[in-house]
């Protein structure tokens, strides 16, 4: 594993959430970027948040096997796309970006039932 800049210390308790709390943790930063775009309108930050969420995928990702981790991946790389998108962000396309980090926050979420059931009530 690569060293945190946003998490330092969390590897050695990530694996205390469970696999809903670390699903939800991920949805809060892209909820997040999502808010810093459309309210904030603070593309610098809304990247910050995107770049926490990856080092919550990757530490998810670490602990995980079978189809979940292969889910975990594709759902890193469409994050990826996302993350280049607001790399070159302009106010035309930053209404899409959040669209997509709305979708990507469902999916996250629907891939397992606590968690979708959190967010559904």
């Not at 998490?7 to 997040?32: S, V």
Request: charged share 20%.
């Amino acid at each position: 594993m690569y060293p945190l800049k946003y998490h330092p210390g969390l590897a050695q308790r990530w694996h205390r959430f469970t696999q809903d709390q670390r699903l939800l943790m991920i949805a809060n930063e892209l909820n997040r970027a999502k808010n810093l775009l459309q309210d904030s309108n603070d593309p610098v930050e809304a990247v910050n948040a995107i770049q926490r969420a990856f080092e919550l995928v990757d530490l998810t990702v670490e602990g995980v096997s079978g189809t979940l981790r292969f889910e975990l991946l594709r759902f890193r790389e469409a994050l990826a796309q996302v993350y280049v998108d607001m790399t070159q962000i302009t106010t035309m396309i930053a209404g899409s970006v959040c669209m997509e980090l709305v979708k990507l926050t469902r999916i996250l979420v629907s891939l397992d039932k606590n968690s979708y059931a959190v967010l559904s009530s």
